[in-house]
């Protein structure tokens, strides 16, 4: 068990290696070349079943033990996938009944990934036969440390036969009768009623107008599928391979998926992190990157790997990216550490050249032929190999939270409040307002105790509970701040509206209620302060009526001109902030700074654009990281005086760093 | 019989509401809110056939019968729907044939609303047994004065087996021999021909590239479809109700439907009223509502009533609108009541908490609690019953109509003729300019008797028949002005192109003939009067040869420049001008103002940009409305000082409006 | 067959005629104005199957033999097109498996065009039999001279039962063994390896996820099976008429369609030319046509047929394009003509009056009245005529040629390579180019032999062969120029990417490797020159390494600026240029007048835009061609003074031609 949690936390590079698709041949010398660059894990074999197993229950293991021989002879440990997000053309053939089904009853064929559905039984019977076969055999062997399962797991829209009946199945347990179905869902409405459980079925057809609580629950239910059948894999595992830890890759937020339920079992998460390499995107790039890092870190509340980092132009089934520039490969995977990843294994050795991935490009090109992106990889290693000891065992300690939820994604995706309003962009802007002032911040689940933060920050909990409202209450009593925004408690967690002035059950620590709102969608409108300046807002106005909250902002036009927009609400110990409207970053700039004061939170004013900085904290040392993720040159005016480890120097209090520049500081 | 006309054209004001949604505590308390508050008459129950029959052949009426008697006690009377839009789970369980297919094959789910074919032998049997026990006992209801049927209709475009069928026997029907259809549609062309009646199907798959003459034949028998499914229902009601009256709720133009045909066997029409309350929409909104509410009055050519009208913001499935502008609620139901609505029935009571309507607002909030919206329309109900006396019978009477046609519509939407042209978008554009210059018009089918009026405007009567023509003939001979434009008596009434020089049927009474046309699209033109003065045109223009007529306007450019763009020609005692391409405003504003002078018809000219001018007439008094539908303040002069009913005060020649302001002059 | 290729070459005009849709009283008054006009050959039957043969087996010939004998009497001579295109009614309702299905599973639905797939043994059976009875009886009717096959090939990307299991059966014909296939396909990747042939299915679903390498061969068999069905077709004529020729109107370039496969077999190619009336498109659109016309060229390496030649605006389906500009039909078909064209066919003779054609004007109108636009082409005959016996065996001779390839086409389609670049809009920037330039030349398929000519074009040859790799060197060694791009040696043609540097098997004839490359897509860089002249380029960066090769232009910006993006490497007696990037016009008209001098080869330069020139040339005689297909008078400086042929003067040597106006200069 020792040897797990050590593992997990070690900070070290990887690479993703697919020795199937390549000749045997090449095996060693790709694995010495591996070992030369400084490379201490891989990960293998999470699409390898049609290899594991050419034929039902015809088991072939030994290609893969020859290659992991290579990797424990060159000290280079490994993680296996299973590979039950390609099932082989035989498992298809002989059991179809895997393949879901679109909400238009169109097949989800074969030739591609994530060809089964969740709840399929046949995923069931042949997929837990190999997981068991492969966690028997490589449990066994010394070169593995731990497992993925397995591949960027996404909510499969299901709705084949037994998606349907499962489904019945799971709303008959939540709510044991139809009469509480047909309240928790207001059937009534447009006559949908149900008078028997053999009406109920999953919502065929795809149309916007279906009953908005019917389908929340069947989005639920999709979750919950995703986490059953991870749930088989991880005991099989456990079983087997009682020292190894348990991972999983996820992928692309936001996603419609429970994170925090899927990552419930798992030792610790892992992320594909794919930068954008667009010059169009450097402005937004390495924000939305970090908040990705940071949702990643709050899974499971701890350190995480990247199990695929980018190495070169993703593409194949769109057009390519740019090539990543100087720096950038390097940049973002000090960035990933930087906010908690202790390994970061990029993707991929070398670029397939078969295949539908052809060019998702690796680190070595097609040709075989290292170049200055690999050049860059080889230094990166190197300096990570050299600060490993140091760094490891560290961790980000944040005083502010952010609140988010794919409970409030869902059930706003379903229902559209105004043009341009998204709850995932507007969690952007929140969260790179507070690194832009260099206020670290962790991003957890609304469901998560809020103790040891300052700062709450919990944009549109747009369903609400009791126990919910209590705990913000509480947390504010005690002295904390809340920001609050509009689309706050609109809905119970039936996705109803509430009989209730919004923001509802919120509406008592807010100390404001709305009178009325205007969906202002992409019309600008603009809030003033009390000295006249104004920011523009967009999106969302409520016109609020004042229950004890002081005016912070007000409308400075339309109808409701003059109206309070912003307000602050003195709660017990503590004060909850309610924004009316969203506004454009200098104004939330403006108040998380304002908040940092009242609060005595440490801020970094004046980073220049694209300049991130975070701390990881080990029992006796510090280490800020200061990272240029901007094609700039730039200057950074820090508090004092420290010492980079990176290059073993002393900094001055002004730290220039150059396009695409990292330095690390030893800070006490 | 009395009492059915007499209720039919109170001016009064409504609400929609639905019990069935919410707990029976709320509906003293609803109803007696509503008494206070003015309202004279609810509609119930068109989407409550769950409740009414929850399971196949159970009635419950007893709950609606208590709903009903608390309106009467609070004298409030009732319109009940009919339920047929939302057939309940345990009907479309038991026969699924009810449910449409859409062309493509796939399945219109249940769940939703119109989820039921209108040929359907299901909806044939349920439907009606449901309305038969309805209509026998609510019938009797002294609450009850008339009834709704269905909702909203619209052409559901079915390709159900039953759909497939029914098709084949209307044509067999139409046509009687399959060489007459061969014929009919000119199915020689690409080897289309039938040889057997059994080849004979709806158009599936949704081809672009289908015959045109089948395509505009299967929108038909479906306009036809829709007509008999009502029929029924209206011989049923009129059976065992034969003192109420019936109408129904139009909504969304254009719609592909036969608006006149529906309107047949109604006593009246009624609409349902959405104006657009984005500040984008303001200059044009207000005017393509005033041609809604012209095209509803000209369904029965007799006043009607709005079933919904806008209380707030619509949503659910598309991001929410604004919220609307103080005075908004009030002058847009004005405006509809000043084009001949008698009742005006705002949606809803209240905005429903559960179910895909919830972001539909109503005049109440979710919480309950009445806001700013429910305050102006409460304003609103005490203006409207104050007036109400004064008001009642009177009627609009115009000396200008713009024909329309469904029919015109559907075979320029199977073969669009060029970019940007859009039959009812160019609608939009005559009836805006008669509305800017204060000439009322009325908006009727293209089939209709033409006494009584002064002008005739006719865009694109692209199917023309030998009737139609004649018809106009006889107009312009007897008087009359007639205004054509390009695309007119393109094809005969099998959709296929006439083998004359354009316009065809009606080139004689046009005097040109079009040598050649330039489907211009969105390539601006422009036309060039004899004072040199130029004007935009766009879409299309037609080259003219001289047949007897005059030019108007000549083209400014291309190679065509010089010749007639738009003529005029003597015809008997009257004129028939030809447009041979479409024209801004500014262009048809002159134009009319023209054929006014012309023709000695009453103008009011300079009304600022969104002020709307009509007049309501009863035996002894006329009502002058004028409506400021715009955020601005306004300054409108009148041809003399009249006396304000609305306020109650006499009023100058020249007359000031706040934003959305409202006043009623007596003028005779 | 001395009649065969004599009819083949005559210079003649020629219409579409459909009497199966005419009324047969109008029959002989359009033949004789039709002979009157100058027409010297019809098309007609091509879709007349249900005329042809009402029912199953039963046929009648008797209608078309009148139409046959009236061209014979007139002296008109008929092609006739085999009518495959549009299975009747009987035939889909007899034999539904006719119908193709598309990737979805959704049925092409008769009614339309095209509604058969190439595959199915119905075609086979029906169609086949329709052609022996057509061959057997038409075959021997004086008038006919030749034959069309069916009618715009396209590929019907069809997923029906039959092309599912022919498409395995050419799998194991090509590959033999499923190991082969897995290997060719890199099936590993993904485990999407077959352990079974019954595995192997049609790409079912469409998505872009799938195998680029079995997408690519589907689609290579999909080729084959249109090749195959005209296959059997042109056997049963030859069979029956041995002196008749046979041709195919191809349309609408690029097509997914292996147009050399399907010309192979055929006498001489033929072309639907609809060259765009749009006055936005008058800058590109007369050099897209001439690339249209030099590629239908390219399909025999001889010259060819316009079968539809555009004589007004286009439409139906989509909103009718602008009328063309006067002198616009005259112009385009002299365009047809002085790139190859020996006959043109003008499509229609009068516009359908109905169907679904509608709107695809003819050079008569609906109204049966002659006006502009047949009074334009009526010149253009007697032109032609005046012209044809010296025109008539004169042939197009070039120094350069375009290589182009649709097999790169589809493998660059299956896996885009960067945002903007499109395979064949980069092949019209290069012939569009060498057009400005005066520089004629051939449009050829990439595996054609290259002696003969100076320069070789060949962009983008992704896939490539040792065969083709070693005809360009070869063709470089003896003295010739060829013109490589970026994205060229990437593939293999099993569409897997080759594990050498790029580009590949090209890179010892290039003197360049490929060290990295940016995917720059729509983001603007630029290149420079040794004099510092800058020019645009997108779409990709190839950072290169010189090999042997020298710089011609460096990159002007981002990482890799000053290093070569275009360079030339001297190879053997000639020279191999290498264009890292995708430039502006103005760059690749200053390397082709490099080129051109380099190579000796004459250029117009400063031809005015719009302007195009050719030369036609004979045993004795040459013939310049000048066009000037732009809506502005020009003047054009000429390297001497000559005759014009077409007005019987003089000519100085400066031509001075009016909007679309054309001279025809009598050069030696």
Same mark, same amino acid.
């Given at each position: 068990?020792?040897?797990?949690?050590?593992?997990?936390?070690?900070?070290?590079?990887?690479?993703?290696?697919?020795?199937?698709?390549?000749?045997?041949?090449?095996?060693?010398?790709?694995?010495?070349?591996?070992?030369?660059?400084?490379?201490?894990?891989?990960?293998?074999?999470?699409?390898?079943?049609?290899?594991?197993?050419?034929?039902?229950?015809?088991?072939d293991f030994a290609w893969?033990?020859?290659?992991?021989?290579?990797?424990?002879?060159?000290?280079?440990?490994?993680?296996?996938?299973?590979?039950?997000?390609?099932?082989?053309?035989?498992?298809?053939?002989?059991?179809?009944?895997?393949?879901?089904?679109?909400?238009?009853?169109?097949?989800?064929?074969?030739?591609?990934?994530?060809?089964?559905?969740?709840?399929?039984?046949?995923?069931?019977?042949?997929?837990?036969?190999?997981?068991?076969?492969?966690?028997?055999?490589?449990?066994?062997?010394?070169?593995?440390?731990?497992?993925?399962?397995?591949?960027?797991?996404?909510?499969?829209?299901?709705?084949?036969?037994?998606?349907?009946?499962?489904?019945?199945?799971?709303?008959?347990?939540?709510?044991?009768?139809?009469?509480?179905?047909?309240?928790?869902?207001?059937?009534?409405?447009?006559?949908?009623?149900?008078?028997?459980?053999?009406?109920?079925?999953?919502?065929?057809?795809?149309?916007?107008?279906?009953?908005?609580?019917?389908?929340?629950?069947?989005?639920?239910?999709?979750?919950?599928?995703?986490?059953?059948?991870?749930?088989?894999?991880?005991?099989?595992?456990?079983?087997?391979?009682?020292?190894?830890?348990?991972?999983?890759?996820?992928?692309?937020?936001?996603?419609?998926?429970?994170?925090?339920?899927?990552?419930?079992?798992?030792?610790?998460?892992?992320?594909?992190?794919?930068?954008?390499?667009?010059?169009?995107?450097?402005?937004?790039?390495?924000?939305?990157?970090?908040?990705?890092l940071d949702a990643t870190?709050?899974?499971?509340?701890?350190?995480?790997?990247?199990?695929?980092?980018?190495?070169?132009?993703?593409?194949?089934?769109?057009?390519?990216?740019?090539?990543?520039?100087?720096?950038?490969?390097?940049?973002?995977?000090?960035?990933?550490?930087?906010?908690?990843?202790?390994? +970061?294994?990029?993707?991929?050795?070398?670029?397939?050249?078969?295949?539908?991935?052809?060019?998702?490009?690796?680190?070595?090109?097609?040709?075989?032929?290292?170049?200055?992106?690999?050049?860059?990889?080889?230094?990166?290693?190197?300096?990570?190999?050299?600060?490993?000891?140091?760094?490891?065992?560290?961790?980000?300690?944040?005083?502010?939270?952010?609140?988010?939820?794919?409970?409030?994604?869902?059930?706003?995706?379903?229902?559209?409040?105004?043009?341009?309003?998204?709850?995932?962009?507007?969690?952007?802007?929140?969260?790179?307002?507070?690194?832009?002032?260099?206020?670290?911040?962790?991003?957890?689940?609304?469901?998560?105790?809020?103790?040891?933060?300052?700062?709450?920050?919990?944009?549109?909990?747009?369903?609400?509970?009791?126990?919910?409202?209590?705990?913000?209450?509480?947390?504010?009593?005690?002295?904390?701040?809340?920001?609050?925004?509009?689309?706050?408690?609109?809905?119970?967690?039936?996705?109803?509206?509430?009989?209730?002035?919004?923001?509802?059950?919120?509406?008592?620590?807010?100390?404001?209620?709305?009178?009325?709102?205007?969906?202002?969608?992409?019309?600008?409108?603009?809030?003033?302060?009390?000295?006249?300046?104004?920011?523009?807002?967009?999106?969302?106005?409520?016109?609020?009526?004042?229950?004890?909250?002081?005016?912070?902002?007000?409308?400075?036009?339309?109808?409701?001109?003059?109206?309070?927009?912003?307000? +602050?609400?003195?709660?017990?110990?503590?004060?909850?902030?309610?924004?009316?409207?969203?506004?454009?970053?200098?104004?939330?700039?403006?108040?998380?700074?304002?908040?940092a004061a009242e609060q005595?939170?440490?801020?970094?004013?004046?980073?220049?654009?694209?300049?991130?900085?975070?701390?990881?904290?080990?029992?006796?040392?510090?280490?800020?990281?200061?990272?240029?993720?901007?094609?700039?040159?730039?200057?950074?005016?820090?508090?004092?005086?420290?010492?980079?480890?990176?290059?073993?120097?002393?900094?001055?209090?002004?730290?220039?760093?150059?396009?695409?520049? +990292?330095?690390?500081?030893?800070?006490?």
């Amino acid at each position: 068990m020792v040897r797990k949690r050590k593992q997990g936390s070690v900070v070290q590079m990887g690479v993703d290696y697919y020795p199937e698709q390549w000749d045997p041949s090449l095996w060693e010398q790709d694995i010495q070349l591996m070992k030369v660059t400084g490379i201490r894990v891989v990960r293998v074999a999470e699409f390898a079943w049609s290899r594991l197993e050419p034929t039902s229950g015809f088991f072939d293991f030994a290609w893969l033990d020859s290659v992991l021989d290579l990797f424990y002879k060159y000290d280079i440990s490994v993680v296996v996938g299973t590979p039950t997000n390609t099932p082989p053309r035989w498992l298809t053939e002989l059991r179809p009944d895997i393949l879901p089904l679109f909400a238009d009853g169109s097949v989800y064929y074969p030739g591609v990934r994530g060809h089964r559905c969740y709840n399929s039984e046949s995923v069931d019977i042949y997929g837990m036969r190999i997981i068991e076969k492969m966690a028997e055999h490589f449990g066994k062997h010394p070169a593995v440390i731990g497992w993925q399962t397995d591949n960027e797991f996404g909510m499969v829209d299901c709705h084949c036969p037994r998606c349907r009946v499962k489904f019945r199945e799971w709303v008959k347990r939540k709510y044991g009768s139809l009469e509480e179905v047909n309240r928790a869902w207001g059937t009534v409405v447009w006559s949908g009623e149900y008078s028997d459980w053999c009406q109920l079925d999953a919502p065929m057809g795809g149309s916007p107008h279906q009953n908005p609580s019917y389908l929340l629950d069947y989005t639920r239910f999709q979750w919950e599928s995703v986490a059953e059948f991870q749930h088989n894999q991880i005991e099989m595992i456990r079983k087997h391979c009682p020292r190894h830890f348990i991972t999983h890759n996820f992928h692309s937020y936001p996603q419609r998926l429970d994170l925090y339920r899927v990552g419930k079992e798992l030792d610790f998460a892992a992320f594909d992190y794919y930068p954008n390499t667009s010059p169009a995107k450097q402005s937004t790039g390495p924000y939305s990157g970090a908040l990705s890092l940071d949702a990643t870190r709050g899974i499971k509340r701890r350190n995480f790997w990247i199990m695929e980092q980018l190495s070169g132009p993703p593409g194949c089934w769109f057009p390519m990216w740019r090539t990543p520039y100087p720096g950038f490969i390097r940049a973002f995977a000090w960035q990933a550490i930087a906010r908690g990843a202790d390994t +970061v294994v990029h993707f991929r050795w070398r670029s397939a050249v078969a295949g539908a991935e052809q060019f998702w490009h690796g680190l070595i090109d097609h040709s075989n032929v290292p170049g200055r992106k690999f050049e860059e990889f080889a230094a990166l290693c190197a300096e990570v190999n050299a600060l490993s000891k140091r760094l490891s065992g560290t961790v980000l300690h944040h005083e502010v939270a952010i609140l988010q939820s794919h409970e409030q994604l869902a059930a706003l995706e379903i229902q559209p409040q105004a043009e341009g309003m998204n709850y995932y962009e507007n969690l952007k802007d929140y969260h790179r307002s507070l690194t832009k002032l260099g206020i670290g911040c962790d991003v957890i689940d609304w469901k998560e105790p809020l103790d040891g933060y300052k700062l709450i920050v919990a944009p549109s909990l747009y369903l609400m509970d009791e126990e919910t409202a209590d705990r913000l209450e509480r947390f504010a009593a005690a002295g904390g701040t809340v920001v609050l925004t509009s689309r706050s408690g609109v809905k119970n967690m039936d996705n109803q509206c509430v009989m209730l002035p919004l923001p509802g059950l919120l509406a008592q620590c807010a100390g404001v209620t709305v009178a009325e709102y205007d969906p202002v969608g992409d019309d600008v409108h603009e809030i003033v302060d009390l000295q006249g300046r104004s920011y523009k807002c967009r999106q969302w106005c409520d016109i609020l009526s004042l229950r004890g909250a002081e005016t912070v902002m007000r409308y400075g036009g339309d109808f409701y001109a003059g109206t309070p927009a912003v307000t +602050v609400n003195p709660f017990g110990k503590g004060r909850v902030y309610y924004l009316g409207t969203h506004t454009e970053e200098s104004y939330l700039k403006e108040l998380f700074s304002r908040i940092a004061a009242e609060q005595d939170m440490k801020t970094f004013p004046g980073l220049p654009e694209g300049v991130q900085i975070t701390i990881r904290s080990g029992k006796d040392k510090s280490f800020l990281f200061v990272l240029n993720l901007s094609r700039e040159m730039v200057k950074i005016s820090l508090p004092e005086a420290y010492v980079s480890v990176l290059y073993g120097e002393p900094r001055g209090v002004e730290l220039e760093l150059e396009p695409y520049g +990292v330095d690390i500081l030893e800070i006490d």
